[in-house]
Nanobody, 128 residues
Framework: QVQLVDSGGGLVQAGGSLRLSCAASGRTFSRDVMGWFRQAPGKEREFVAAISWSGLNTDYTDSVKGRFTISRDNAKNTVYLQMNSLKPEDTAVYYC?????????????????????WGQGTQVTVFS
């Protein structure tokens, strides 16, 4: 059974940090683009960050650039999202996702439909 398991969410004061993890099982994800998305109450799910399958390229939505860092450890089949300087507007359920169909080594797609495996989500709540 192919699974992505998100973890690391929690309640944090504005300015604080959290590190999200996404552990993959059931197949190797070393050739998949890995992404993080988030969904706030009443809003659509949105792109946050992605890392190419080669690990050579990353992409971030403008609102998190300079604060969030995506990384991957293929030996552990795990992807991370380090979130620093958190703001109340970062409050959302965060989902990791895998795109197994993009083959370009540097590609980091932002479109949700390109991701065919999804984690269950982890809640991040930032209070001021």
């Amino acid at each position: 059974q192919v699974q992505l398991v998100d973890s690391g969410g929690g309640l944090v004061q504005a300015g604080g940090s959290l590190r999200l993890s996404c552990a993959a099982s059931g197949r190797t994800f070393s050739r998949d683009v890995m992404g993080w998305f988030r969904q706030a109450p009443g809003k659509e799910r949105e792109f946050v960050a992605a890392i190419s399958w080669s690990g050579l390229n990353t992409d971030y939505t403008d609102s998190v650039k300079g604060r969030f860092t995506i990384s991957r450890d293929n030996a552990k089949n795990t992807v991370y999202l380090q979130m620093n300087s958190l703001k109340p507007e970062d409050t959302a359920v965060y989902y990791c996702a895998a795109d197994s169909t993009t083959t370009t080594p540097w590609a980091t797609p932002r479109e949700l439909y390109k991701y065919n495996y999804w984690g269950q989500g982890t809640q991040v709540t930032v209070f001021s």
